[in-house]
């Protein structure tokens, strides 16, 4: 079960109320009285617990309720009954506590009963803090780190440095021993400590250690800022407490922050003092970004691709690498002359998953380009980059063979996108060019990568692919992070209307690429029907082109 905790800035008066009550014992049974209970039954008012000798009756010690002051210090019972005893008495801290102990008892006594607290001076460690399970099992053993973790201390806020310029100690301690790293192995973050404590003991037994428990811990950093474990109640209901034992008691409490508002002037000051430390933080984060903030020129749109080739899958052979590039449109785009538009991909095995063969490739890959609209009255769809991609196989003797050739256009639109493409190969009829592609390796291969599309040389109005044989092979899965950059992003002038008129004409074109390939994987589907009627038996084909049943 998650433990709530809060963290909060505290103020110069950081109050904190606490109660405890106790909801078993004598407050968990319903009193009736007497006389309406039957002769034959007990009765339960005999079980009404009786006044002490000296009046105190246990009902008063099952509840109570006190605020309590950041590093406000509380005695037990237990520090009042030793610190008695000047023997027990070994640091000046504890001779304070004494003198202390005697004023409140020539006061009239604590007014504290069992709720009591551990400052950051006190030699209290909560072990539940260093005894942290990570899982429920009752068998679980402690790392290594949280052994050694367990005995690291955190350096005072009051730490003075060494007086004078002389080196006390050795710089370099070669042979240390295990309690000298114990001694050193400090974490320097400043940290002090303070525990709310509940001492849970049966009436007239408190003061004994296996009582206590922990209400709260605090914290506060050098940032000033406090950390409460648990979390204040507010309205989520009290915390409880189970004892063990025969009895089980169980006990309740809530913590509550009631520190007294501030008064105008502290929190002015606490106003100036957070502006400059937001103020200094800015600065720092401007100084890691920089002044040199790359501005595209105006009517120019920058376009960035965090790319992945992710896997293929659906080939013939094994040990598969994939060789890509962008192509930019003739027309209006443009790159740095730094920018490689091509890569390739490690050699990758395949595996198994389902009735196809998977090759995990998780390749990386970056680029830039510029788009630069210069003409206003054309109406023309702009081009969009097209990524083309190759892949190939290469087995024990070095042999590679083609196993598809793809293309896809580019998103149109900044975000995250997954694309599958599609790919194929082209294939010469009889058996000997499959034989030789077993045996010998190599097959038939485009000269032109951009031939998969058309290509950005080609000028006429109809391009021919007659005569070319194919065979659909498997797929290539890309992932795109594009991000698009433009002044037309944040300008109110006439140059963001230009500029969004363009962007426009690109998603119109994106959704035209769209119905392209629609027509496009409907021309395939139909020359591959057209291709399985002309190998079936002349007598199984009608003259009108239907099967004969």
């Not at 309406?36 to 010690?61: C, M, N, V, Y």
């Not at 202390?100 to 551990?118: M, P, V």
């Not at 997954?418 to 294939?427: E, G």
Request: hydrophobic letters at 35%; aromatic letters at 10%.
């Amino acid at each position: 079960m998650a433990v709530p905790v809060s963290s909060f800035v505290p103020r110069t008066r950081s109050r904190f109320g606490v109660h405890l009550q106790r909801i078993t014992s004598s407050n968990f049974f319903h009193y009736q009285p007497a006389a309406e209970l039957w002769k034959d039954l007990i009765d339960l008012a005999t079980f009404r617990p009786q006044p002490t000798a000296s009046g105190h009756r246990p009902e008063e010690d099952e509840e109570e309720e006190i605020v309590i002051g950041w590093q406000e210090k509380l005695f037990s019972q237990f520090e009042v009954d030793l610190y008695q005893n000047e023997a027990a008495c070994q640091s000046p801290l504890d001779y304070q506590y004494r003198q202390e102990i005697l004023k409140l008892e020539n006061s009239g006594g604590k007014k504290n009963q069992r709720i009591f607290t551990y400052t950051d001076s006190d030699r209290y460690t909560n072990l539940e803090e260093h005894c942290q399970r990570m899982t429920t099992a009752a068998s679980e053993v402690p790392s290594f780190l949280v052994e050694r973790m367990a005995n690291v201390r955190r350096r005072r806020q009051d730490r003075r440095g060494m007086e004078g310029g002389i080196l006390k100690s050795r710089i370099v301690t070669w042979e240390p021993s295990e309690e000298f790293v114990r001694s050193n192995h400090v974490i320097n973050t400043p940290l002090q400590t303070m525990h709310i404590m509940a001492d849970l003991g049966p009436y007239k037994k408190l003061g004994y250690k296996k009582y206590e428990h922990v209400l709260c811990t605090l914290k506060v950093d050098g940032n000033g800022v406090i950390t409460v474990k648990p979390d204040f109640t507010g309205l989520k209901g009290p915390y409880r407490i189970e004892m063990e034992g025969e009895k089980q008691e169980l006990w309740k409490y809530t913590i509550d922050n009631v520190s007294p508002l501030a008064q105008p002037e502290e929190e002015e000051r606490e106003r100036r003092v957070f502006k400059d430390l937001y103020g200094r933080h800015k600065e720092y984060l401007s100084s890691l970004i920089g002044t040199d903030f790359e501005m595209t020129v105006p009517g120019a749109l920058r376009l960035f691709v965090n790319g992945e080739v992710v896997s293929a899958q659906g080939y013939e052979y094994d040990n598969l690498y994939v060789h890509f590039f962008v192509e930019l449109p003739t027309t209006h785009w443009s790159s740095p002359a730094f920018q490689r538009l091509s890569g390739v991909t490690q050699t990758c095995t395949t595996k198994s998953l389902g009735m196809d063969k998977v090759a995990h490739f998780s390749y990386p890959f970056t680029f830039e380009a510029f788009f630069l609209h210069e003409d206003e009255s054309s109406d023309a769809l702009p081009e969009w980059p097209v990524l083309y991609c190759e892949v190939l196989s290469l087995d024990f003797w070095q042999r590679y063979r083609v196993e598809g050739y793809g293309a896809v256009v580019l998103p149109a639109t900044p975000g995250s996108h997954t694309l599958t493409v599609s790919t194929w190969r082209p294939v010469e009829l009889g058996m000997v060019a499959e034989l030789r592609r077993f045996f010998i390796g190599g097959s038939l291969e485009l000269e032109d990568l951009s031939y998969v599309r058309i290509p950005g040389s080609f000028k006429g109005e109809r391009l021919s692919r007659f005569g070319l044989r194919t065979e659909t092979t498997g797929t290539v899965t890309f992932r795109l992070h594009c991000l698009q950059q433009s002044r037309a992003f944040m300008e109110s002038s006439s140059l963001r209307k230009r500029m969004r008129s363009v962007l426009d004409r690109l998603e119109g074109f994106s959704q035209q690429s769209s119905v392209h390939n629609v027509l496009e994987a409907f021309r395939r589907a139909r020359r591959r029907m057209q291709e399985a009627r002309e190998s079936l038996p002349q007598d199984l084909v009608s003259p009108s082109g239907t099967l004969v049943s």
